[in-house]
């Protein structure tokens, strides 16, 4: 363990003999951090993985340069089939040490196989077209959808959980039980896999809390037969045996045995017909939904494209009327009332109209007057405006809800084009919601805009880890 402020190997003093620095709190950091870590390795070799990355987390938060439990978060984010926050945390690794470093290596084998991350890629798109299907309650579709997730991606640990759900929506609980038996291979501590197990032994009566139900107890078959089956043919007496009766014998027990057969496998071969019939009937009724599902998604993609020409249509009719110049007109018209208002403006409100107003219209079509009071009454909100969409953005980032942080720090960044950090959030974004050609773009342009700043120089790191894709 290195000292914080000099470098120099510390001892066991809580000082630091060169420096004289106090390292006696800094120490139980590093050991806190390396404990967690410890803690998390032993759970991920048991593959209770959620329960690791909860401890990895928190090893992170002690000390963010602890490159080895950044590297093993990533390993176990590769496991559950999340490459995308497998490839940051080792980017984020390579940063904080550049040299000897594993996730060099990790990133290396990714970036060599690029027909690997195309798969990663699709499945990824596909994943979210999935949710969007779930929120719209297409959920065929989504099962349609989610399977071949899952057949590009066979580790996907989210598109196995989805598939169960929608297993369990259905009420197919054999189906059900498979997919999350999967789940539970791959992790054995996820809550909400184990919570879906628990619903569905309920509902097929797996659940190892009820008492077993009393089996009867059955007569011995011989007992049976002698008792209820039909009656034993008497034997010969002693000196009256002949071939003729040896032969009658055999062929009666070589009847009574295939009598005795046919009534103990009839209810077996029932069974078994019964279950041929189920299972035909299962895959045409999976047949005929899949049908229906493709037949739904087509009658949808006819209706978006009728109405995408709809719209071309009216935006036409309305361009050769002049409608279009006259919006334009009346967004700006209405921006500047409230500007005129003083101390009493929203400049929200202003930023609404602005935002209405087509940027291609002001460039190349709009008159000098109205490009001068564009820019005076933009600029006048502009920093104002810009830091609420930044906050607002940098906010749903943190919440995860990264399209509408994409959205807000678009308009950060429209407002105030200088604000690299919005453009760097923006980026990670798009990374984050899969969009992988738009990252790219916006971390070219942190490049371009500010060179020769360490945010330009992590934005070509997470452009090297991206690769082609």
Request: glycine share 6%; net charge negative.
């Given at each position: 363990?290195?000292?914080?402020?000099?470098?120099?190997?510390?001892?066991?003093?809580?000082?630091?003999?060169?420096?004289?620095?106090?390292?006696?709190?800094y120490k139980k950091i590093i050991y806190t951090s390396n404990r967690l870590y410890n803690q998390g390795l032993e759970k991920a070799k048991v593959r209770d993985l959620t329960g690791a990355i909860n401890d990895?987390?928190?090893?992170?938060?002690?000390?963010?340069?602890?490159?080895?439990?950044?590297?093993?978060?990533?390993?176990?984010?590769?496991?559950?089939?999340?490459?995308?926050?497998?490839?940051?945390?080792?980017?984020?690794?390579?940063?904080?040490?550049?040299?000897?470093?594993?996730?060099?290596?990790?990133?290396?084998?990714?970036?060599?196989?690029?027909?690997?991350?195309?798969?990663?890629?699709?499945?990824?798109?596909?994943?979210?077209?999935?949710?969007?299907?779930?929120?719209?309650?297409?959920?065929?579709?989504a099962k349609i959808q989610v399977k071949k997730v899952i057949k590009l991606n066979p580790k996907f640990y989210k598109g196995h959980l989805l598939l169960t759900l929608l297993y369990l929506h259905d009420q197919?609980?054999?189906?059900?039980?498979?997919?999350?038996?999967i789940c539970r291979k791959i992790d054995t501590g996820n809550l909400i896999a184990n919570r879906y197990y628990k619903e569905i032994s309920e509902a097929l009566g797996l659940d190892d809390n009820k008492p077993?139900?009393?089996?009867?107890?059955?007569?011995?078959?011989?007992?049976?037969?002698?008792?209820?089956?039909?009656?034993?043919?008497?034997?010969?007496?002693?000196?009256?045996?002949?071939?003729?009766?040896?032969?009658?014998?055999?062929?009666?027990?070589?009847?009574?045995?295939?009598?005795?057969?046919?009534?103990?496998?009839?209810?077996?071969?029932?069974?078994?017909?019964?279950?041929?019939?189920?299972?035909?009937?299962?895959?045409?009724?999976?047949?005929?939904?899949?049908?229906?599902?493709?037949?739904?998604?087509?009658?949808?993609?006819?209706?978006?494209?009728?109405?995408?020409?709809?719209?071309?249509?009216?935006?036409?009719?309305?361009?050769?009327?002049?409608?279009?110049?006259?919006?334009?007109?009346?967004?700006?018209?209405?921006?500047?009332?409230?500007?005129?208002?003083?101390?009493?403006?929203?400049?929200?409100?202003?930023?609404?109209?602005?935002?209405?107003?087509?940027?291609?219209?002001?460039?190349?079509?709009?008159?000098?007057?109205?490009?001068?009071?564009?820019?005076?009454?933009?600029?006048?909100?502009?920093?104002?405006?810009?830091?609420?969409?930044?906050?607002?953005?940098?906010?749903?980032?943190?919440?995860?809800?990264?399209?509408?942080?994409?959205?807000?720090?678009?308009?950060?960044?429209?407002?105030?084009?200088?604000?690299?950090?919005?453009?760097?959030?923006?980026?990670?974004?798009?990374?984050?919601?899969?969009?992988?050609?738009?990252?790219?773009?916006?971390?070219?342009?942190?490049?371009?805009?500010?060179?020769?700043?360490?945010?330009?120089?992590?934005?070509?790191?997470?452009?090297?880890?991206?690769?082609?894709?």
């Amino acid at each position: 363990m290195q000292c914080y402020k000099c470098g120099v190997e510390l001892s066991e003093k809580d000082f630091c003999t060169a420096c004289g620095a106090d390292v006696a709190r800094y120490k139980k950091i590093i050991y806190t951090s390396n404990r967690l870590y410890n803690q998390g390795l032993e759970k991920a070799k048991v593959r209770d993985l959620t329960g690791a990355i909860n401890d990895l987390r928190q090893s992170l938060k002690f000390n963010k340069l602890n490159t080895q439990a950044r590297n093993l978060l990533g390993l176990i984010y590769y496991e559950l089939g999340d490459v995308v926050e497998a490839l940051t945390e080792w980017v984020i690794s390579k940063n904080y040490q550049d040299s000897k470093n594993l996730a060099t290596d990790y990133i290396g084998m990714m970036q060599a196989n690029q027909a690997s991350l195309e798969v990663i890629n699709q499945a990824i798109v596909k994943y979210n077209q999935t949710l969007n299907y779930c929120h719209q309650n297409s959920l065929d579709m989504a099962k349609i959808q989610v399977k071949k997730v899952i057949k590009l991606n066979p580790k996907f640990y989210k598109g196995h959980l989805l598939l169960t759900l929608l297993y369990l929506h259905d009420q197919e609980y054999n189906k059900a039980l498979k997919e999350v038996e999967i789940c539970r291979k791959i992790d054995t501590g996820n809550l909400i896999a184990n919570r879906y197990y628990k619903e569905i032994s309920e509902a097929l009566g797996l659940d190892d809390n009820k008492p077993a139900k009393k089996v009867q107890q059955t007569a011995p078959v011989d007992d049976y037969w002698l008792n209820q089956g039909p009656p034993l043919a008497a034997l010969p007496e002693p000196g009256n045996s002949s071939i003729l009766s040896t032969i009658v014998y055999i062929l009666l027990g070589l009847v009574v045995g295939l009598a005795i057969g046919w009534f103990l496998l009839g209810p077996i071969r029932v069974r078994m017909n019964k279950a041929g019939v189920e299972e035909e009937m299962a895959q045409v009724r999976d047949q005929l939904s899949a049908k229906s599902a493709e037949l739904e998604e087509l009658t949808q993609t006819n209706d978006s494209l009728n109405a995408e020409i709809n719209n071309l249509n009216a935006l036409v009719a309305e361009y050769e009327q002049g409608a279009g110049t006259n919006e334009a007109v009346n967004n700006l018209m209405y921006a500047a009332i409230e500007y005129s208002k003083g101390e009493a403006r929203d400049p929200m409100v202003i930023a609404d109209y602005i935002g209405k107003i087509d940027p291609e219209y002001v460039m190349n079509e709009a008159s000098e007057a109205y490009v001068s009071l564009y820019n005076t009454v933009k600029g006048t909100v502009g920093n104002t405006v810009a830091t609420n969409y930044y906050n607002t953005g940098m906010e749903a980032y943190r919440n995860a809800d990264y399209p509408t942080a994409i959205e807000n720090l678009n308009n950060a960044i429209f407002y105030d084009p200088s604000n690299s950090e919005a453009l760097y959030a923006l980026a990670v974004c798009y990374v984050e919601n899969g969009d992988v050609v738009k990252a790219k773009e916006c971390f070219t342009q942190v490049i371009a805009l500010f060179p020769d700043t360490e945010r330009a120089a992590k934005a070509q790191n997470y452009i090297d880890s991206l690769g082609d894709i």
